[in-house]
């Protein structure tokens, strides 16, 4: 059995620290990564094996969901948090995850724990158009999350969403003929919520003058 690196002990922080402080020439000095053998799945932690070390990695449970049986090859991507009584590692499957995690972070009042949560609760693509469409009841929904802080993510995280969560790692990307049914629906004077939510439902593949005609009708009778 592998060593354990144990987030949240205290015995070996002085330690950790001074590791950290001064990495081995050409060594990173934070783990975005990590590449092992998955050994334990207890949600929300796992255990990796990483050439004979095993990590204690917390992970949202959008993670977990999609992890293979123990004993198969698992790659996560790492968000390391060093606190003055522990180090914590946070695992993701996705860039994207990660990104959303980071986002999430940096919002004042929301900490890793609340992020795990919302990440646990929705999926990236679910809390991108949350966002978009400002939907605090969808975020209200999931454990820890009141009104107050489900209005401050969509607030803070609205002007972010297209460069960082969208864009940046392909989550909830429209396909063409969407982005150009939108366009259409903007540029005839509806709002960009109006025009995503008449646009969400429409079939995939759709014709252009087709995607306009629902959605116009949709529309009509909101």
């Known amino acids: 059995m592998p060593e354990a ?19 081995p020439t050409g060594a990173p000095a934070m783990i ?27 992970v949202p449970m959008s993670t977990f969901y999609n992890l293979p049986d123990t004993g198969a090859k698992v790659v996560l ?17 996705t860039e994207g995850e990660r990104r959303a995690f980071r986002l999430l972070t940096r919002i004042s009042g929301i900490g890793a724990k609340i992020a795990l949560s919302v990440l646990s609760g929705l999926s990236v693509a679910e809390l991108a158009q949350a966002i978009t469409l ?4 969808r975020l209200t929904k999931v454990p820890g999350i009141g009104k107050k ?29 969407s ?23 429409l079939p995939d593949g759709i014709a252009v003058a087709d995607g306009i005609r629902q959605a116009l009708k949709r529309l009509a009778k909101a």
């Open 5 to 23: 690196i144990r987030a949240g002990t205290r015995a070996d922080a002085s330690n950790d620290r001074a590791i950290l402080s001064h990495p």
């Open 134 to 137: 400002q939907e605090s009841g």
């Open 77 to 93: 991507y790492t968000h390391l948090v060093v606190r003055e009584d522990a180090h914590l590692l946070y695992g993701f499957g």
């Open 179 to 201: 982005s150009d049914i939108l366009n259409a629906l903007v540029a005839l004077g509806y709002s960009d919520k109006e025009a995503v939510a008449a646009v969400k439902d």
């Open 32 to 58: 975005g990564r990590l590449t092992g053998i998955l050994l334990e799945k207890n949600p929300p932690q796992l255990l990796l094996d990483v050439q004979g070390v095993g990590y204690e990695v917390d």
């Open 149 to 177: 802080t489900a209005e401050r993510i969509l607030l803070e995280m609205k002007d972010k969403l297209g460069a960082d969560l969208t864009s940046a790692v392909g989550v909830h990307r429209a396909p063409p003929a």
